[in-house]
């Protein structure tokens, strides 16, 4: 009986060996696939955040859509009797844009067209082609033509919240507004590459817009035909000033880093200075007029002058002299000059021209 018993126990010990071995074996099993579902894990996780990382500069892209600080990209094609503007911005989508070939010093709008900006910020716009001489380019968004309303809440009615470089002022009857505007120059010659980029300002002076006012000619040059003058100022952006050398004459406009251009008829005159004026009063912006006095009597500095027909009112004065073989500016040398025909001549002119200024502020009042 107990030989039994001994059997029956060896038979049970024998089962629970089986038993356990054949659970440690299951286990080890889950433990490998455990381990395989890991790893797939991790490498899921690995190849999602290259997904990720590979999609990140096309939400930057769409991200920058908006922003107040504009920009503008792209190129324009010949083709034929057609110029074709391919081009990308930042603009939201359905912004206006205006596109127009510019000729005649930039006096004559010779064609223009508009289009809508694309989900992506893209432009696409034809401009019919001059075909003869030089010409300017422009593309531009501003806010005294249509605009649809999403376009006006984001960037201001009047253009107000626009910023960057392609930013200009400008007047519109009596309001300032803000425009983006891009602008390609054409040389016939194909002196140019059509390219749509960013221009280089200078760095916006510290004494922008101080009364104590300064003008510095950069360059100044003829080739004959034409003078050609570039300079800088603490001006405020829109201020109106003119240049005179005889009777060749060019009025310009200060630009948003106070810098300005001037191009004239070319004419070799002995003994004769270039004069560049600004004269605070008539024809400029009401926030000039307020900065430098409706008569000029805010500004100071060795540049001003008394009108030499109302003593009550004050301009800034630049005299460049000029003998065909100097293109360098003295900071202000006075007229020593003597007193010639020619400069009664032009006394007379100038005494013409404020009488024609004074008329014209009587009839808008």
Known sequence: MLKNYKWLGS??????????????????GKEDDAGKDEEESVTNEEEDAAENEDSEPESTESASLGDYVIDFSGRVIEEGQTFIIEGQSNLIPGSR?????????????????????????????????????EAEIVVRMDFDSVQDDHVIRHYGDKGQNLDGPFIYRHKVFSDIYQKAEAKV??????????????????????DYGDPRVWIEVEDIHEDGEYFYIHGRSNLLEGSEIKVDYRYNRDTTQILPDGSF????????????????????????????????????????????????????????????????KRS??????????EGSDDDELDELDFEEDFDEAEDVEEDEE
Request: with cysteine; hydrophobic share 30%; aromatic share 14%.
């Open 97 to 133: 844009l205006i596109g127009e070939v510019l000729v005649d010093e930039g006096e004559t709008v010779y064609s223009d067209s508009t289009e809508l900006v694309d989900e992506d910020g893209s432009f696409y716009i034809e401009l019919d082609h001059h075909q003869y001489g």
């Open 185 to 206: 120059f054409y040389d016939p010659q194909g002196n140019n590459d059509l390219v749509i980029k960013a221009p280089e300002w200078y760095d916006t002076p510290e």
């Open 11 to 28: 038979l049970l010990i024998a089962f629970l060996f089986v038993l356990v071995t054949a659970c440690g074996t299951d286990t080890s």
């Open 261 to 324: 251009d001037f191009k004239f008829d070319y004419e070799y005159l002995e003994d004769r200075d270039i004069v560049i004026t600004f004269e605070p009063y008539g024809f400029q912006w009401n926030e000039i007029e307020e900065a430098y006095g409706a008569n000029g009597q805010k500004l100071v500095g060795n540049l001003v002058q008394t009108h030499p027909h109302n003593s009550s009112r004050q301009l800034v004065e630049k005299r460049i002299p000029w003998d065909d």
């Open 328 to 337: 360098e500016s003295s900071s202000n040398e006075p007229n020593t000059m």
